[in-house]
């Protein structure tokens, strides 16, 4: 159980810019995870604090002592691998007691950890199988044991759960979760799967090109959003071009003057407006707002009835897709593609960016 | 700072060391050949002369033109045997098909001078087909020169056209087949456009192999030529007559073939560098079967082509039981030359599993770091060293030989001495077989296996003892074995270097051959085959796909 501290972090491959400048601080106990696209630099962060790489500048301090010039073997981070990574030419209870001979604990006491351990993650009926003679959860559970056991300062995770199916991941992240709270172990965990991240952290840290975007709690992550990039890749944004005419601002779309909202911003920057599907009401024809609502006017292009909800996909004027997701409603899902519609939300669920691909929020 | 620093060290040391010992036993040598032949040897100075000899004068011209020769018609003899044998196995149902394959490569791995001296027995002018058709007034024509030399080596290289291509063959999408039929080709049409161009990679490599192993070999011209001298027989006897004063004449000869094997290496990467074809295996070739004539003929065709090439194996096994007296069969069998080989060549025997067994170990450490190295990290000395390791496949034995001795022996200077000199050949020059095996057992295993192992606190070496070796291991073996049995084998470049203390299995069978002394000769070789026998079945145990182990 520790803290962790990282400041100005830097990593080069070549000159593509792989992490800059990154600084993170970690609660000691917390569950933090780093959230982004694929090929944003998750991989290469954990792996510059589990020491498999060399930052080209910056510090990683563990309970107030930096690691960053340890060699990996001598750093005492644990680690799950995301292909499991289980010595095959082991068997289970060797895999785990690996690290423990590593240390020269003695033989008496590693048979008891690794015992303990095993049923923490409910494998103590598999420890003499082999890897091969395992599951694909039970191997990710080996690892995740493995790796635990050490009693590490910090647990590094990097997609622990991607290769398994929907319905085991679901349950797994339970576990993890449950096995994290209990041992108290400050966790870093990688995955570009949202809602894994939200279910599950502490806090998200979400990343995008090597750059940290914002590092909140996943409710903070999801309604406040600090830029567009995160708003876009939590919570499946619409964004509606804004048009701003010296203090007057309107949706592109038509249905909204935005003028107050915006009221406090300088004239000449751009701006977009993002709404939530979910925070969008759709109905049928075009119909005016009321005082505390926007009501943008479009053309249905598709709805899709999903069960539990709709989803109804629609055009405004200016362009503009739309989404939104909402209770059914027989007469949306009876219209033809093309019809009017109205998305309608309420302005509190209104937020407005910069544009450009990372712009902050404004107002 | 400073452990970490260490943690680098570990494996920048093991590739220091490495590069080291490659420039030493590898480079050096090469080098000092290519020196040498810019020298003249009366003055010591230099000069182009020893090129101007070699390309102006008719016996080494004649050389030239004699390797070139034997080497392209070699060849495509071998490919004229081996692209057929490899479509019947992979598009026909051919009845033992494991046999064709395991035959295949036991000619391969067969000490390559056993192929000539067998034939000797067979057609030479005393030999017992010969004699056979002598008895019925039949003249045969004779085994000696260039169609023997020709013979010899287009059944002993064409296995390595047929295995290659045959796997080439098996990963042939068969829609692009499929494809040409449903487009209107004939089977031989389809044959020639379609199939033939997707696997012409696989078929010109196996074709480089043994253009390059035609080049460098010594045995079969030295044995079969009688007047008709390629380059290696030529320097090796330059070699032998510069007995004493600087070998130049050896040397260039030495470089023009080491040219003629690079030449040709490139050609075919230039070739094949505008034919790279993505092969996306989701069907997979099916089987024919035929019947009639056809299938008759498609077996006769492959079992008589496998047969033939294990036809001198198989006569000098017999020819081993045989009674004799001194060089000569007195008729009916018997264990005398056997007796002979225990009483003539112990040292023989003695020596050629110490020198390889010796190398082996040497083969076996180095390949496990060097394969490391060349998987794991990516740098420009892990690539250096990955391309040194296909030098040993082009530098003939005489030349690397020739090389050895003028670098670490000369007058009474002598690094090593004459042991350590043949164990550090056979090191070097059997390195990539070890290398190669283990590379790609290496590959199929996740480096987050040993990032894992590291994490959990175990140093590089630890890590890698306790779990890359491990893993590794069935590589290791199976390219142990391969280095093992072509060290066993060596001829060449031990015949240069050898003294009467350190006489090889392989060197006396080739000095009884000399002789005449077939029985003997064959005694031998038959414990020659039996060893290397032995180490085939073991790769057959140990490696995941028997027939691409050995090519
Ligand atoms: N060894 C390397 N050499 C050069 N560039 C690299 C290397 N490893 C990663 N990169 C680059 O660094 C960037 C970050 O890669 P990283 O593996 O950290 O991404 P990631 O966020 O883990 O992505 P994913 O979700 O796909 O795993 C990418 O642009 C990648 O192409
Ligand atoms: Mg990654």
Same mark, same amino acid.
């Given at each position: 159980?520790?803290s962790?501290?990282?400041?100005?972090?830097?990593?080069?491959?070549?000159?593509?810019?792989a992490?800059?400048?990154?600084?993170?601080?970690?609660?000691?106990?917390?569950?933090?995870?780093?959230l982004?696209?694929?090929g944003?630099?998750?991989?290469?962060?954990?792996r510059t604090?589990a020491?498999?790489?060399?930052?080209?500048?910056g510090?990683i301090?563990?309970?107030?002592a930096? $690691?960053?010039?340890?060699?990996?073997?001598r750093?005492?981070?644990?680690?799950?691998?995301?292909?499991?990574?289980i010595?095959p030419?082991?068997?289970?209870?060797?895999?785990v007691?690996?690290g423990?001979?590593?240390?020269?604990?003695?033989?008496?006491?590693?048979?008891?950890?690794?015992?303990?351990?095993?049923?923490?993650?409910?494998?103590g009926?598999?420890?003499?199988?082999?890897p091969?003679?395992?599951?694909g959860?039970?191997?990710?559970?080996?690892?995740l044991?493995?790796a635990?056991?050490?009693?590490?300062?910090?647990?590094?995770?990097?997609?622990?759960l991607?290769?398994?199916d929907?319905?085991?991941r679901?349950?797994?992240?339970?576990e993890?979760?449950? $096995?994290?709270?209990?041992?108290?172990?400050?966790?870093?965990y990688?995955?570009?799967d949202?809602?894994?991240?939200?279910?599950m952290s502490?806090?998200?840290c979400?990343?995008?090109?090597?750059?940290?975007?914002?590092?909140?709690?996943?409710?903070? $992550?999801?309604?406040?959003?600090?830029?567009?990039?995160?708003?876009?890749f939590?919570?499946?944004?619409?964004?509606?071009?804004?048009?701003?005419?010296?203090?007057?601002a309107?949706?592109a779309?038509?249905?909204?003057?935005?003028?107050?909202?915006?009221?406090?911003?300088?004239a000449?920057?751009?701006?977009?407006?993002?709404i939530?599907?979910?925070?969008?009401?759709?109905?049928?024809?075009?119909?005016?707002?009321?005082?505390?609502?926007?009501?943008?006017?479009?053309?249905?292009?598709?709805v899709?009835f999903?069960?539990?909800?709709?989803?109804?996909?629609?055009?405004t004027?200016a362009?503009?897709?739309?989404?939104?997701?909402a209770?059914?409603?027989?007469?949306v899902?009876?219209?033809a593609?093309?019809?009017?519609?109205?998305?309608?939300?309420a302005?509190?669920?209104?937020?407005?960016?910069e544009?450009?691909?990372?712009g902050g929020r404004?107002? | 700072?400073?452990?970490?620093?260490?943690?680098?060290?570990f494996?920048?040391?093991v590739?220091a060391?490495?590069?080291?010992?490659?420039?030493?036993?590898?480079i050096l040598?090469i080098?000092?050949?290519l020196?040498l032949?810019?020298?003249?040897?009366?003055?010591?100075?230099?000069t182009?002369?020893n090129?101007?000899?070699?390309f102006?004068?008719?016996?080494y011209?004649?050389?030239?033109?004699?390797t070139?020769f034997?080497?392209?018609?070699?060849?495509?003899g071998?490919?004229?045997l081996?692209?057929?044998?490899?479509?019947?196995?992979?598009?026909?149902?051919?009845?033992?098909?494991?046999?064709?394959?395991t035959?295949?490569i036991?000619?391969?791995?067969?000490?390559?001078?056993?192929? &000539?001296?067998?034939?000797?027995?067979?057609?030479?002018?005393?030999?017992?087909?010969?004699n056979?058709?002598?008895s019925?007034?039949?003249?045969?024509?004779?085994?000696y020169? &260039?169609?023997?030399?020709?013979?010899?080596?287009?059944?002993?290289f064409?296995?390595?056209?047929?295995?290659?291509?045959q796997?080439a063959?098996?990963?042939?999408?068969?829609?692009?087949?499929?494809?040409?039929?449903?487009?209107?080709?004939?089977?031989?049409?389809?044959?020639r456009?379609?199939?033939?161009?997707?696997?012409f990679?696989?078929?010109?490599t196996?074709?480089i192999?043994?253009?390059?192993l035609?080049i460098?070999?010594?045995?079969?011209?030295?044995?079969?030529?009688?007047?008709?001298?390629?380059?290696?027989?030529?320097?090796?006897?330059?070699?032998?007559?510069e007995l004493?004063g600087?070998?130049?004449?050896?040397?260039?000869?030495?470089?023009?073939?080491?040219?003629?094997?690079?030449l040709?290496?490139? &050609?075919?990467?230039r070739?094949?560098?505008?034919?790279?074809?993505a092969?996306?295996?989701?069907n997979?070739?099916?089987?024919?079967?035929?019947?009639?004539?056809?299938?008759?003929?498609?077996h006769?065709f492959c079992?008589?082509?496998?047969?033939?090439?294990?036809?001198?194996?198989?006569?000098?096994?017999?020819?081993?039981?045989?009674?004799?007296?001194?060089?000569v069969?007195?008729?009916?069998?018997?264990?005398?030359s056997?007796?002979r080989?225990?009483?003539?060549?112990?040292?023989?025997?003695?020596?050629s599993?110490?020198?390889?067994?010796?190398?082996?170990?040497?083969?076996?450490?180095?390949?496990?770091?060097?394969?490391?190295?060349?998987?794991r990290?990516?740098?420009?000395?892990?690539?250096?060293i990955?391309?040194?390791?296909?030098?040993?496949y082009?530098?003939?034995?005489?030349?690397?030989?020739?090389?050895?001795?003028?670098?670490?022996?000369?007058?009474s200077?002598?690094?090593?001495?004459?042991?350590?000199?043949?164990?550090l050949?056979?090191?070097?020059?059997?390195?990539?077989y070890?290398?190669r095996?283990t590379?790609?057992?290496l590959?199929?295993?996740k480096?987050?296996?040993?990032?894992?192992?590291?994490?959990?606190?175990a140093?590089?070496l630890?890590?890698?003892?306790?779990?890359?070796?491990?893993?590794?291991v069935?590589?290791l073996?199976?390219?142990?074995l391969?280095?093992?049995?072509?060290?066993?084998?060596?001829?060449?470049?031990?015949?240069?270097?050898?003294?009467s203390?350190?006489?090889?299995?392989?060197?006396?069978?080739y000095?009884?051959?000399?002789?005449?002394?077939?029985?003997?000769a064959a005694?031998?070789?038959?414990?020659?085959?039996?060893?290397?026998?032995?180490?085939?079945y073991?790769?057959?145990?140990?490696?995941?796909?028997?027939?691409?182990?050995?090519?």
């Amino acid at each position: 159980m520790a803290s962790v501290e990282i400041s100005a972090l830097r990593k080069l491959y070549g000159d593509v810019v792989a992490l800059s400048d990154i600084n993170i601080s970690i609660p000691s106990g917390s569950f933090y995870t780093l959230l982004g696209p694929s090929g944003c630099g998750k991989t290469t962060l954990l792996r510059t604090i589990a020491g498999f790489h060399r930052q080209n500048s910056g510090t990683i301090g563990v309970e107030g002592a930096p $690691i960053e010039d340890l060699p990996a073997y001598r750093r005492d981070v644990g680690m799950v691998f995301q292909d499991y990574a289980i010595f095959p030419h082991l068997s289970v209870r060797d895999n785990v007691s690996f690290g423990l001979k590593q240390r020269k604990v003695p033989a008496g006491e590693i048979a008891r950890r690794v015992g303990e351990v095993l049923e923490v993650v409910q494998l103590g009926a598999f420890a003499d199988r082999m890897p091969h003679e395992l599951s694909g959860g039970q191997q990710q559970r080996v690892g995740l044991a493995r790796a635990i056991v050490i009693e590490p300062k910090v647990l590094l995770m990097d997609e622990p759960l991607s290769n398994l199916d929907a319905k085991l991941r679901v349950d797994l992240r339970a576990e993890l979760r449950r $096995i994290q709270r209990e041992l108290g172990i400050t966790t870093i965990y990688v995955t570009h799967d949202q809602e894994e991240a939200l279910a599950m952290s502490d806090i998200v840290c979400v990343m995008y090109k090597g750059v940290i975007q914002q590092a909140s709690t996943p409710l903070e $992550i999801y309604m406040e959003p600090t830029n567009r990039f995160v708003a876009a890749f939590v919570g499946a944004n619409n964004f509606l071009a804004v048009s701003r005419d010296g203090t007057a601002a309107s949706l592109a779309a038509g249905g909204a003057d935005v003028s107050q909202a915006l009221a406090s911003l300088a004239a000449g920057i751009e701006v977009v407006c993002a709404i939530r599907p979910e925070t969008l009401h759709v109905s049928t024809g075009h119909t005016a707002a009321e005082p505390q609502d926007i009501a943008v006017p479009a053309r249905l292009r598709e709805v899709s009835f999903i069960g539990r909800e709709m989803e109804v996909f629609g055009t405004t004027k200016a362009g503009d897709e739309v989404k939104a997701v909402a209770r059914p409603d027989p007469q949306v899902v009876a219209l033809a593609p093309g019809s009017a519609i109205t998305f309608r939300a309420a302005r509190k669920d209104l937020l407005f960016f910069e544009s450009g691909e990372t712009g902050g929020r404004v107002a | 700072m400073s452990r970490l620093r260490l943690r680098f060290e570990f494996w920048s040391v093991v590739t220091a060391m490495v590069l080291v010992v490659l420039a030493v036993l590898l480079i050096l040598p090469i080098l000092r050949v290519l020196m040498l032949s810019f020298v003249d040897a009366d003055t010591g100075g230099f000069t182009l002369g020893n090129y101007v000899e070699a390309f102006t004068r008719n016996y080494y011209l004649n050389g030239f033109k004699n390797t070139l020769f034997v080497g392209v018609l070699g060849t495509l003899g071998a490919c004229l045997l081996g692209i057929p044998l490899a479509y019947f196995n992979a598009r026909f149902h051919i009845w033992g098909r494991a046999w064709i394959s395991t035959l295949a490569i036991l000619v391969l791995v067969a000490p390559p001078f056993i192929g &000539a001296y067998a034939w000797i027995m067979m057609l030479g002018s005393n030999g017992f087909i010969t004699n056979f058709f002598a008895s019925l007034g039949i003249s045969t024509p004779t085994i000696y020169g &260039a169609h023997g030399i020709i013979l010899v080596f287009t059944l002993k290289f064409f296995p390595f056209v047929f295995l290659m291509t045959q796997t080439a063959l098996n990963a042939v999408s068969k829609s692009f087949e499929d494809a040409a039929e449903n487009l209107g080709c004939t089977p031989w049409q389809r044959f020639r456009k379609i199939t033939l161009p997707l696997v012409f990679p696989a078929i010109s490599t196996g074709a480089i192999i043994c253009f390059v192993l035609s080049i460098a070999d010594f045995g079969t011209p030295a044995i079969l030529g009688r007047g008709f001298r390629t380059l290696s027989t030529i320097a090796f006897a330059a070699y032998r007559s510069e007995l004493g004063g600087l070998p130049t004449m050896a040397v260039t000869i030495s470089i023009i073939m080491m040219a003629i094997s690079m030449l040709a290496l490139v &050609a075919q990467r230039r070739i094949l560098a505008k034919r790279r074809y993505a092969s996306s295996l989701t069907n997979l070739p099916v089987k024919a079967r035929l019947t009639g004539w056809r299938n008759t003929g498609v077996h006769v065709f492959c079992h008589g082509v496998v047969l033939v090439a294990m036809l001198p194996t198989l006569v000098v096994i017999y020819t081993s039981f045989l009674q004799t007296n001194g060089p000569v069969f007195t008729g009916g069998f018997g264990f005398e030359s056997y007796r002979r080989i225990l009483h003539d060549a112990p040292q023989a025997i003695t020596n050629s599993f110490l020198f390889s067994l010796a190398a082996v170990v040497l083969i076996t450490a180095f390949s496990a770091l060097i394969s490391y190295v060349i998987v794991r990290r990516e740098n420009a000395a892990s690539g250096a060293i990955d391309f040194l390791m296909m030098v040993p496949y082009l530098v003939p034995g005489v030349v690397m030989a020739i090389g050895f001795v003028t670098t670490f022996r000369s007058g009474s200077f002598d690094l090593v001495g004459t042991t350590g000199l043949l164990i550090l050949i056979y090191f070097i020059r059997r390195l990539p077989y070890g290398v190669r095996s283990t590379t790609s057992s290496l590959r199929q295993i996740k480096p987050s296996l040993e990032e894992a192992a590291v994490n959990l606190g175990a140093p590089p070496l630890k890590a890698f003892l306790t779990v890359t070796v491990p893993l590794i291991v069935p590589g290791l073996i199976v390219g142990s074995l391969m280095s093992f049995i072509t060290a066993i084998n060596e001829l060449s470049s031990t015949l240069i270097i050898y003294d009467s203390g350190t006489i090889t299995m392989p060197v006396k069978i080739y000095l009884a051959v000399l002789d005449g002394e077939f029985g003997l000769a064959a005694a031998l070789s038959t414990v020659l085959l039996l060893c290397t026998g032995v180490c085939v079945y073991a790769v057959f145990r140990l490696a995941d796909n028997r027939d691409s182990a050995f090519v």
